[in-house]
């Protein structure tokens, strides 16, 4: 896989955290947050969508989390 170099701004007291958090790796805690919210993300819209249309969409959210999730 390869990477890219970004920049963000944040709180300090919110870098603080992570990076105590992060056990000495920021980018792969910051991956995984990024992947985390993005899975959530993507299980809200599946449940709006769920709701919304009444069918059954297991088989393209497992396709999707198998995707997001590199599975």
């Avoid at 896989?1 to 944040?10: D, H």
Wanted: hydrophobic share 45%; glycine share 4%; proline share 1%.
């Amino acid at each position: 896989m390869s990477t890219s170099k970004l920049t963000v701004t944040v709180p300090d007291e919110l870098l603080r955290a992570a990076r105590e958090a992060a056990d000495g790796n920021l980018s792969a805690f910051v991956a995984r947050a990024i992947r985390d919210q993005l899975l959530r993300d993507a299980m809200a819209l599946y449940a709006e969508d769920s709701a919304r249309i009444g069918d059954d969409l297991d088989d393209l959210y497992s396709a999707a989390e198998d995707d997001l999730c590199g599975n």
